[in-house]
Nanobody
Framework: VQLQASGGGLVQPGGSLRLSCAYS????????MGWFRQAPGEEREFVAV????????EYSDSVKGRFTISRDNAKRMVYLQMNSLKPEDTAVYYC???????????????????WGRGTQVTVSS
């Protein structure tokens, strides 16, 4: 299993970024996918999760209404569209795959057994 996140960068408050995660090495219709983030000195926290076919999506309260998770199974990609970015969104963002096939949305970090290398998002003027 391989996951590779990209698309981070420096953006001003109120701006937008779209993160991408390419995945490979397994049957893509059996697993949900998640995005997490980790700010300096903080624990890695849940951001969003999407079901195996893209119909179910859940978000943390801190990003709900601003971020949108999506996926394209044909391209083996997961995306995180981030709008109305705030300085507190600054973190390293990680895409992750749960250890077990889909039975419902997983928010707990411990439920994810595969992680990509993170991509840095910095929101600053």
């Amino acid at each position: 299993v391989q996951l590779q996140a990209s698309g981070g960068g420096l953006v001003q408050p109120g701006g937008s970024l779209r993160l991408s995660c390419a995945y490979s090495g397994y049957s893509n219709n059996n697993y949900g996918m998640g995005w997490f983030r980790q700010a300096p000195g903080e624990e890695r926290e849940f951001v969003a999760v999407i079901g195996r076919l893209g119909g179910i999506k859940e978000y943390s309260d801190s990003v709900k209404g601003r971020f949108t998770i999506s996926r394209d199974n044909a391209k083996r990609m997961v995306y995180l569209q981030m709008n109305s970015l705030k300085p507190e969104d600054t973190a390293v963002y990680y895409c992750a795959r749960p250890s077990s096939p889909w039975t419902g949305p997983v928010r707990a970090r411990s439920g994810y057994g595969y992680w990509g290398r993170g991509t840095q998002v910095t929101v600053s003027s």
